[in-house]
């Protein structure tokens, strides 16, 4: 189970990116008690779905912040964000059939969180700050 709470280490320095992966980790933690919990298929299957529709708001709102700093490394970062969410799903249609456990979904959901924003969204979070005109 992922029990784990918000750490600053998590956090890039911008309010509303910050307060948007407090989201997601929130989101995780439901999904793996459930999980643990053994709930029904089909409940899982709808906070796994709630996941991917957060992260594509949620990668959204990054991107035009990208865009509105200018931030250089924006094509990179925006291919990542397509990246993850093309995996995310081919590992849920895998679920649905059979062919994958949801232990490793939730895993691969964990950790896709914690190196995304660690790494790549800390970049970020650091351009921003030295750059932000408002």
């Given at each position: 189970m992922i029990n784990?709470?918000?750490?600053?280490?998590?956090?890039?320095?911008?309010e509303r990116i910050d307060?948007?992966?407090?989201?997601?980790?929130n989101l995780i933690r439901t999904i793996s008690t459930e999980v643990e919990a053994n709930s029904n298929k089909e409940r899982i299957l709808r906070l796994l779905a709630e996941l991917v529709k957060y992260?594509?708001?949620?990668?959204?709102?990054?991107?035009?912040?990208?865009l509105r700093v200018d931030y250089p490394g924006y094509d990179e970062h925006?291919?990542?964000?397509?990246?993850?969410?093309t995996k995310f799903t081919d590992m849920m249609a895998q679920f649905r059939s059979g062919a994958l456990p949801l232990?490793?979904?939730?895993e691969f959901v964990f950790l896709w969180f914690a190196l995304h924003t660690t790494q790549v969204?800390?970049?970020?979070?650091?351009?921003?700050?030295?750059?932000?005109?408002l």
């Amino acid at each position: 189970m992922i029990n784990i709470d918000w750490d600053t280490n998590f956090e890039v320095g911008h309010e509303r990116i910050d307060s948007e992966h407090r989201v997601f980790l929130n989101l995780i933690r439901t999904i793996s008690t459930e999980v643990e919990a053994n709930s029904n298929k089909e409940r899982i299957l709808r906070l796994l779905a709630e996941l991917v529709k957060y992260a594509e708001f949620h990668f959204l709102s990054e991107e035009n912040e990208m865009l509105r700093v200018d931030y250089p490394g924006y094509d990179e970062h925006r291919h990542e964000h397509e990246k993850l969410l093309t995996k995310f799903t081919d590992m849920m249609a895998q679920f649905r059939s059979g062919a994958l456990p949801l232990d490793s979904i939730v895993e691969f959901v964990f950790l896709w969180f914690a190196l995304h924003t660690t790494q790549v969204d800390k970049r970020l979070g650091e351009y921003i700050q030295q750059n932000d005109k408002l």
